[in-house]
Structures are given as structure tokens and as C-alpha cells.
């Protein structure tokens, strides 16, 4: 028997049992949390209430945000479940639903239409403004990212979520570089639940651009007590900006000793963000000298299966650095049949498929020459790219890397040139 209630936000949801709903509502603050419990809450939801749509659609957009092949059959799996329910619910977790559905086809465009509809129709459901923001993120279109967001902000203020939300627009502000007033938002998250990693993340990268290091560094240990709760990618990614600061004041050791414990010591060794924050903390040292040992060669490994996902163009480049720094020259080059492969299959969008040809691909042969130490190639694939990067995705901090490795490679070239002309 299905029948209506409502959820934590107030919005109306389709259950068999009012045993769901509590369960429901502690996976909706799980998600927006960040927190390790969230796949635990929607499986029990699911025991309880297997043909329950609006939980499989949930647990559909948990495992594709995972990013991995694995999570992406598991995604299906509860996509499949939520559409055949689909057609006895309301009308906004039927937009829901499809908004997954969008995403699992890598219809992006179409995912996001759909939630802005919910959005402009159905305020409360932060769930899905968080997965457009989502969205937006990965097409580095920081200006939706934020109105999507305030949009829903006068219908939230009885929302017992809105530090949440409030968290939203901080981040969407520092991403429009406003970042004073992304600095008031984002206290005022803090202000009403100091146990909001998502706000004080965004402060982090407030202070980050701000060049404030030591400020930073004084911040986020501050809080750094209320992430044992949050998953991994959150946990690791929240040290990973501690790590940024200390490497901002030339503290390599402790960089290397938040990486030994924080970032890769404490990441899921098979998470996709996890690696690619792993990868960036090591390219990070290395560009200021720092001798990282054998990490490379110690974490590309577990990016074998990474070989043919091309989940986010943003990872893969990651990925792609890390394999030919640690020298897996065979999986550097399966990686590049595989993307050619994958994009004159046309198995991505049209959009996506430019993005792919006209800025992966240069900048990840660009990448490879700098893992090679081969300078002057590195500068020449990079620099047409640079100023069309943010359409790989990933925040302003995370890009400034390309650069970094860019003004390296020109760095180091000429003092090859130099050397040469010397010699």
C-alpha cells in the first residue's frame, strides 16, 4: 500500500511503511552532512521499505557520486527499481528520479534543467540543489552554482537544515570570488551548527585565496574535531586544505605528515576523490622540491581501475599524471586509447565530447611530458588550455594547479636552455 507523508524538509514523499520516513530523514541529513552513515541509512530504508522510490532514487545518486565503475552497477541497480515504482509517486520525486536518470545517460544538461524545476517549484529539497551544485561543479559553471542556491533561500528559513544551505551559497560565493561576503554566509552557517564541515570548507577556501595561511591552518584545526563523522572524501579533502597552508609556508615535513595520516593515510584506498586528492598533494610538493619517496609508486596502483571509467575529465587528468609519474607507462598509454575510444564511440554528450578533444587531451599529453620531465613539451601542451580549463571542472583551488605545473614546466625549460647554452 503506498500512501503520502513528509519528509524532514516538509516535502511529501512516497513510502509502504512510516518506519521509512526516519530513516529517510537521517539519510538527507547524512547527505548534506557529508557524513560516513549516509549509505547505511538508505540501505535500512530500503530494508524496511524495498519498494520505496524516492530511497532507491537516493541511493541511485549516492553511488553514482561515487564516480567508480563498481558504484556506477550498483547506481543502476537502484535506478531501475525507482523507475518501476516511479509512476505511483508525487510529482517532484518523479523530477527527481528522471534527474537521476539524466545523469546515469551523462544527459547533464537535462539533470540540471530538472532540478532547477524542483528547485523554482519545490524549495526545501536541498538534496537536489546540493546534486546540481554537483553538477555545475564538474562544468566549472560557478555562477548556476550559486543562484541555484539562493534561488531557495527565502522559502528555507523554517528549514532545520538551512546552515546547510547557508553552506551552499558560501561556497558558490567564494566560487564568484565574493569573498567577503562568502565570509559572512559562511559564519553564519557556522553560527547556527558548528558541526557543518561543507561551511567551514568553504571558509577554508575563502582564507585560501585570501592568502592567509596561518589563519587558515588556525581555522580549520579549530574544527577539525567535528570531521571523524564525515566520509572520507570530505575528511580527507578538509586536511588536504590544512596540508595547502602548511605547504604555503614552506612546512614540508608536516605536509608529508598530514599526507602519511590524513589525506592517503586515512582515505577509502579505492575512492576517486580520495585519489585525486592524494595526487594533488604529492604534484603539489614535488613542484616545490619536496622528495616524496615512494608515494607514487605506492598509490598508482590502486588506480588500475580507473583505466576506462572517464567518470569526470577532471579525475582522469589526475589520474593520468599520477601513472606516468610513478612510470606505469602501459596504463598511461591504455588510457589514452581508452578516451579516444570512448569519444569517437560518442559515448559521451556532444559537450562533453569537445571538452574531452579540445582541452583532456592536450593537457593530459601536456601532463605526461611534465611527469617525464620533458619541459618544453609540457609548456607547449598546456598553454593554449589554460584559460579553458575551468570547463574540466573542480574549484578554483584545485585549477590553480594546471598552472603551477605550467609555470614549472617554463621554469624548468629555461633552465635546461640556460644549462645548454652554457654548456
Not at 559537450?351 to 618544453?376: C, F, N, Y
Request: charged residues 20%; negative net charge; hydrophobic residues 40%.
Amino acid at each position: 500500500m503506498f500512501y503520502n507523508t513528509t519528509d524532514v524538509q516538509g516535502l511529501d514523499v512516497t513510502v509502504n511503511s512510516q518506519e521509512t520516513i526516519p530513516l529517510v530523514d537521517q539519510f538527507i541529513d547524512q547527505a548534506l552532512y557529508y557524513g560516513n552513515q549516509a549509505e547505511s541509512a538508505i540501505v535500512q530504508a530500503l530494508s524496511v521499505d524495498p519498494g520505496c522510490a524516492i530511497a532507491h532514487a537516493y541511493a541511485a545518486a549516492y553511488y553514482l557520486s561515487q564516480e567508480t565503475a563498481i558504484a556506477r552497477q550498483t547506481a543502476i541497480t537502484h535506478l531501475k527499481a525507482a523507475q518501476q515504482s516511479a509512476p505511483r509517486t508525487t510529482e517532484r520525486e518523479q523530477w527527481y528520479i528522471q534527474a537521476i536518470s539524466a545523469w546515469m545517460r551523462g544527459a547533464i544538461s537535462e539533470a540540471i534543467s530538472l532540478h532547477e524545476a524542483i528547485a523554482l517549484k519545490y524549495p526545501q529539497d536541498l538534496i537536489s540543489v546540493q546534486q546540481a551544485q554537483y553538477h555545475y561543479f564538474y562544468r566549472g559553471e560557478s555562477e548556476q552554482l550559486l543562484k541555484i542556491a539562493q534561488i531557495v533561500l527565502p522559502e528555507n528559513a523554517g528549514n532545520p537544515h538551512l546552515h546547510y544551505l547557508y553552506g551552499m551559497i558560501a561556497f558558490g560565493l567564494e566560487q564568484c570570488g565574493e569573498l567577503e561576503q562568502a565570509m559572512k554566509v559562511g559564519l553564519q552557517a557556522i553560527g547556527l551548527n558548528r558541526f557543518d564541515p561543507w561551511a567551514q570548507h568553504a571558509i577554508a577556501h575563502i582564507l585560501e585565496e585570501q592568502g592567509r595561511p596561518s589563519a587558515g591552518i588556525a581555522w580549520m584545526e579549530s574544527h577539525s574535531d567535528t570531521w571523524e563523522h564525515c566520509n572520507s572524501m570530505l575528511y580527507t579533502h578538509n586536511w588536504w586544505h590544512v596540508a595547502l597552508y602548511y605547504l604555503a609556508l614552506e612546512d614540508a615535513d608536516k605536509v608529508l605528515a598530514l599526507y602519511d595520516q590524513r589525506v592517503w593515510g586515512r582515505a577509502d584506498r579505492f575512492s576517486s576523490k580520495d585519489q585525486v586528492g592524494a595526487i594533488a598533494t604529492l604534484l603539489r610538493l614535488e613542484l616545490q622540491g619536496v622528495n616524496v619517496g615512494r608515494r607514487w609508486n605506492e598509490l598508482a596502483p590502486y588506480l588500475s581501475a580507473r583505466l576506462h571509467e572517464h567518470a569526470l575529465p577532471f579525475q582522469d587528468l589526475h589520474y593520468i599524471y599520477a601513472l606516468a609519474r610513478a612510470g606505469y607507462t602501459d596504463w598511461v598509454d591504455e588510457l589514452l586509447r581508452s578516451w579516444t575510444v570512448t569519444i569517437h564511440a560518442k559515448q559521451v554528450s556532444r559537450d562533453a565530447q569537445s571538452v574531452w578533444r579540445q582541452i583532456v587531451l592536450p593537457v593530459a599529453k601536456g601532463l605526461i611530458a611534465h611527469a617525464r620531465r620533458e619541459w618544453s613539451v609540457a609548456a607547449l601542451e598546456l598553454q593554449p588550455c589554460l584559460e579553458k580549463l575551468h570547463a574540466v571542472g573542480g574549484s578554483r583551488t584545485q585549477r590553480k594547479l594546471f598552472n603551477q605545473i605550467y609555470q614549472h614546466a617554463c621554469v624548468q625549460n629555461e633552465s635546461d636552455w640556460s644549462a645548454f647554452k652554457a654548456g
